[in-house]
């Protein structure tokens, strides 16, 4: 099974910017679609972005777009979501997801918490 970690999660005032970052196990991680989804309280979980294994074609939710930027670093087995102009809608769990094709994914983070303050 593949393990993926997220970190960078916390507290930021609206308007504020943010980084998360998602370590994936193997020697096969440039062969997987990453994707980012999130959970509000009391919502279901949504859709953020996706990057395909090269990292030429990126994807966002309407929610996000202009403002997130997806990435990843093959090398160190990592995908990054960076987060600006952050609003109180974005509070949320952030998961990072695996998978090989864009839209089925088949491995999942734990999650980490992103709060936005006013």
């Known amino acids: 099974q593949v393990q993926l970690v997220e970190s960078g999660g916390g507290l930021v005032q609206a308007g504020g910017s943010l980084r998360l970052s998602c370590v994936a196990s193997?020697?096969?991680?440039?062969?997987?679609?990453m994707a980012w989804f999130r959970q509000a309280p009391g919502k279901e979980r949504e859709f953020v972005s996706r990057?395909?294994?090269?990292?030429?074609?990126?994807y966002y939710a309407d929610s996000v777009k202009g403002r997130f930027t997806i990435s990843r670093d093959n090398a160190k087995n990592t995908v990054f979501l960076q987060m600006n102009s952050l609003k109180s809608e974005d509070t949320a769990v952030y998961y990072c997801?695996?998978?090989?094709?864009?839209?089925?994914?088949?491995?999942w983070g734990q999650g980490t918490w992103v709060t936005i303050s006013s």
């Open positions: 193997g020697r096969t991680f440039s062969n997987y679609y």
């Open positions: 997801a695996a998978g090989v094709v864009s839209s089925s994914y088949g491995y």
């Open positions: 990057i395909n294994q090269s990292g030429g074609s990126t």
